[in-house]
């Protein structure tokens, strides 16, 4: 009886394909389950993989945490000023007003403000997490900085704004605002979000 030696061998996935199923995987497990109760284990054999996979790609959960928030938050941020470069060419837009709209959708009904509250609170309790929610931060505002740079030629922006403020002050906005409406929605409705998002926009963009 002879053996097929013509069956197919397997292809082991690039580390680029890695690192995007457990991003994926474990974006979905964090938002269902919350930081605190997702393990490395489960996230890992969620997308596939053993956990030396999770710790050899990203070196444990919270880094993993900050990989998943920073892709998401870069994409929400990436999208709202796509639409807003999409108004530009609209006769009567309102691009602070687009970017704004954009963003309240992302913080009223996306997962990433209950996420980062959490992540903040742990790293609160857990010294070791402090380097890592900084870099986390760190991360987010120089992105959101080349985000503001990158379109400003097209919106231009206000004279002598000082862009690594404007970001500053647009991502802790946008952060503080997700916060209050999750806790109180009553007190911070979806409409005074995006108002207050549009006016801070208005101070951004010329």
Known sequence: MSTDSTSPTRVRPRRAEVREQIVRA?????VEHSYA??????????????KG????????????????????FTELVGAALREALAAVDVPGS?????????????????PLPALLAEFRGVAGRDPALVEV???????????LEALLRGVADR???????????????????????AVEHQ???????EDLVEAVLTHVMRGILA
């Open 133 to 143: 929610y900084t870099s986390l931060r760190l991360r987010q505002r120089q992105e």
């Open 94 to 110: 309102d691009a602070p007003r687009a970017v704004a709209a954009s963003l309240t959708r992302g913080v009223v009904r996306g």
């Open 155 to 177: 919106f231009g922006v206000r004279a002598g704004l000082d862009l690594t403020v404007a970001a500053a002050l647009l991502l802790t906005t946008v952060n503080s605002l």
């Open 26 to 30: 474990a974006a979905a497990a964090f």
């Open 37 to 50: 109760d997702v393990s490395v284990t489960a996230i890992a054999a969620s997308a596939g993989f053993t």
């Open 53 to 72: 996979a999770v710790y050899s790609n990203f070196g444990g959960k919270p880094q993993l945490f900050a990989a998943v928030f920073a892709e998401q």
């Open 183 to 189: 806790t109180a929605p009553e007190a911070f409705p």
